[in-house]
């Protein structure tokens, strides 16, 4: 069953990136913040001397969850139930609304809190509460900031990235009636100091908490959120009923493995060596946290992706946001580009999948990028992020080989030369000739300022570069036909092609 | 030992000096060069695209072309990363292809592996008397893991004074199809690098891929005062060798 919800981009990356492009605010926004969080990172990671092992391990984990999930969740939802806790299974995005949106119901309250949370995010769960006539207060401060703006979130793990802190405080006063304008500055205590007041009441009146999971224990059933303001502990401890809406990849074996988790997450994502709230809970326990403890369980794409031998590593993803941090697209475009709740570089391999190969503007996610491997460096679970995409690359003009494209009659007609010798020889002679005027328009620098389509896209930034007089294979075959003269005792004939001095 | 030279389609339409300076280098150094006439292209572009019925004959060429030879050098970080990265993958389900391109592809190196690591020298005798920053592209970075080899070798070039890039190990923009299908993004990169090139204080901007430095070298070209684009084998075979 494939993926809904916001996972899907409504415009190709193309279209959405040079929209995107055209905010200066925006991107001098990005760079400041992903510099500082990949500095941060990198200098906390370093510090640890079996990184690569932690890696490693953390890999394995995900991988031998992935080979028995069903098995896993099951001893998931054994164990959890044993402990008081209600599951719930939801196939797609619309199934997980219904079933949250049910459950908020039946407590007769209009107004929930929530822990910052993808899942939700994906599944479009405020909208969907919005329509049933529910109120959902987002706790996180940048993922309030957002809700305030009417926006959404541009990155995983800091939803405002795309905001300064100048723009923070016109959303705040805007958002929040109660707060005196003339008195609140942009600097960041006083912005979050506004933010505490604001949501402390709702903290104290909220009978129903929703939040995500960063992991899922199967033999334990207890789910883990791991955040740095602590609304999410006053989220998780203090309301009657709390619903927890957990992808079904965020399994962990044992309570053991969280180890390995709890040291790669919080470096990797925030830069920290331990982030400030760990909270881990397990069923019902009287007197102590919530009475009513729900755990929706989502597929919503998730075993299609499972189904992709190469492009299933996906789901080892702890949502810890280093790819993003680190990629140069990114950098330049935000979130917004990729249209759907996971951006940057896991989310050109997450959302594709997710949805499936049908849908158009998805298809492009896979394209936004060099390949220049800098998310794979950091991934903490080693997803080899260029290595899905050129996959699912390939996967895409597989099955659309009966459909017409100039880009495939140019790159089988390219194949088809270069895999013949003497073809591919004349074919550069024919190039090196045929580009010989056009270096009557060369610059200093011996390059084209302006070529026609469909070469006109390159020349519209930079340069391009022409044929040289001489190809290498000619260079070689005079070089040649030289030596062999020389060695039979005769002169060496002058070759015009050659500069003075140049070796033989 | 037989070392054949892969000189890779671009330079050898477009920038042959760079072929030319890697068979210098290695005559200098003492050892016997050979250019196989029937090579092409390593498939890379089409790979990378998504073509990979397109890109599996060329992987069968490539193979069939350099198995004779003891070693296999390329003046491109992206070109050896395709044979060494890439082909496995294309070659999977073809037991023959697979056992061939397993055997030919930890022989096929990028120049400075092939200088470092093989031939035991950083110093390789040459002179060029110049600023020059150096701009480790991806697939040697990450993919090859070239690591500090390119620049110990243009340490070690007399007169030539090695100076910092900013943010050298961000990506330039290029990335093949990348630069065509998201032309704004990819200019948008460019102006990153060229700003740190030229701020940088070069006279040359040296790379280990003419690919990568095509794209640099031609936003460089729009902006006075910018460092020149070089490959980094050209710099290595002076002092004659121009481009």
């Known amino acids: 069953m494939t993926g809904t919800g916001r996972i899907s981009a409504t415009v190709p990356f193309p279209t959405a990136a040079r929209r995107q492009l055209a905010d200066p605010q925006l ?66 995005a619309a199934e997980a609304c219904a079933v949250v949106t049910g459950l908020v119901r039946e407590t007769g309250t209009d107004e929930v809190v929530k822990v910052k949370s993808m899942a939700t995010q994906e599944i479009g769960l405020n909208e969907a509460l919005a329509e ?11 993922e309030l900031i957002v809700q305030l703006a009417g926006d959404t979130p541009s990155h995983i793990l800091v939803p405002a990235i795309h905001y300064n802190r100048r723009q923070i405080r016109d959303i705040l006063t805007a958002g929040m009636p109660e707060i005196d304008a003339s008195q609140l500055t942009d600097e960041p205590a006083a912005l979050a100091e506004a933010a505490r007041r604001h949501l402390r009441e709702r903290f104290l009146s909220a009978k129903v908490a929703i939040s995500g999971a960063n992991f899922a224990v199967a033999d334990t059933g207890s789910l883990v959120v791991v955040e740095s303001e602590g609304n999410g502990r006053m989220c998780l401890t203090l309301p009657d009923t709390l619903i927890s809406v957990v992808g079904v990849e965020k399994i962990v074996p044992t309570f053991a493995d969280l180890e390995v988790f709890l040291q790669l997450l919080p470096r990797s994502a925030t830069g920290e060596r331990m982030n400030p709230y760990t909270s881990i ?16 369980l989502l597929d919503n794409g998730r075993s299609d ?18 790819c993003l941090n680190v990629c140069p697209v990114y950098e330049q475009v935000g979130g917004h580009a990729y249209g759907s709740t996971y951006p940057g570089p896991i989310g050109a391999i997450l959302s594709p999948q997710m949805t499936g190969p049908d849908n158009a503007a998805n298809r492009t996610l896979p394209y936004a990028s060099t390949l220049c491997g800098a998310c794979y460096d950091v991934c903490p ?23 017409p494209s100039l880009e495939r009659v140019a790159l089988r007609a390219a194949s088809g030369l270069m895999r013949d010798r003497r073809r591919y020889a004349m074919a550069l002679r024919a190039a090196r000739r045929g580009a010989a005027p056009l270096r009557l328009l060369a610059g200093s620098r011996g390059t084209a300022r302006r070529l026609p389509w469909p070469l006109s896209a390159w020349t519209a930034s930079r340069d391009a570069p022409l044929p040289a007089r001489q190809t290498f294979r000619e260079w070689w075959a005079v070089r040649a036909s030289d030596e062999s003269a020389q060695a039979a005792g005769d002169p060496v004939a002058g070759d015009a092609t050659h500069e003075p001095g140049e070796p033989r | ?13 477009i920038y042959p000096g760079t072929g030319r300076a890697v068979v210098r280098i290695l005559e200098r150094l003492g050892h016997q060069v050979d250019f196989p006439q029937a090579q092409t292209c390593c498939g890379q572009l089409h790979a990378n695209t998504g073509y990979r019925q397109e890109a599996l004959p060329l992987v069968r060429a490539f193979v069939a072309t350099f198995e004779p030879y003891d070693v296999v050098v390329a003046p491109s970080g992206s070109c050896v990363a395709m044979v060494r990265d890439g082909y496995p993958r294309l070659a999977a389900g073809d037991a023959t292809l697979s056992a061939a391109v397993a055997a030919l592809a930890p022989r096929t190196l990028e120049l400075s592996e092939l200088l470092v690591d093989v031939l035991g020298t950083t110093d390789v005798g040459a002179t060029f008397e110049h600023r020059v920053a150096y701009h480790p592209t991806c697939h040697g970075l990450r993919a090859l893991r070239l690591g500090d080899r390119p620049r110990r070798l243009l340490a070690a070039v007399r007169g030539l004074d090695l100076v910092e890039l900013a943010e050298a190990e961000q990506c330039c923009g290029f990335g093949g199809t990348f630069a065509l299908k ?44 910018a460092p020149r684009p070089i490959h980094y084998a050209e710099i290595l075979a002076g002092p004659e060798e121009d481009r």
């Open chain 1, 27 to 92: 991107r001098a926004n990005l760079r400041r913040a992903t510099r500082t969080i990949r500095n941060r990172r990198s200098q906390v990671v370093d510090e640890v001397t079996d990184w690569e092992a932690l890696r490693a391990a953390g890999a394995a984990i995900k991988d031998d969850v992935l080979s028995r999930l069903p098995e896993l969740l099951e001893e998931f939802e054994t164990r959890a139930t044993a402990a008081g806790a209600r599951v719930h299974w939801a196939r797609d």
């Open chain 1, 305 to 322: 992706t499972l189904a992709d031998e190469v492009g299933r590593q996906a789901l080892r993803c702890i949502r810890c946001s280093a």
């Open chain 1, 281 to 296: 809970w397990t069923g019902v326990h009287p007197g102590d946290g919530p009475r009513d403890v729900h755990i929706v």
């Open chain 1, 132 to 142: 049933a006539g529910i109120t959902a207060v987002e706790t996180d401060l940048a």
């Open chain 2, 1 to 13: 030992m037989r070392i054949a030279l892969f000189v890779t389609c671009v330079n050898d339409l």
């Open chain 2, 182 to 225: 998201n032309p704004e993004v990819s200019a948008a990169m460019l102006a990153d690098k060229c700003a740190a090139a030229t701020s940088c204080g070069a006279d040359y901007l040296a790379a280990a891929d003419n690919s990568c430095l095509a794209h640099i070298g031609g936003g460089l070209a729009r902006r006075p005062g």
């Open chain 1, 381 to 403: 679970v080693q997803i080899d992020i260029p290595q899905v995409l050129v996959h699912l690359r390939q996967v895409g003009v597989d099955a659309r080989r009966d459909r």
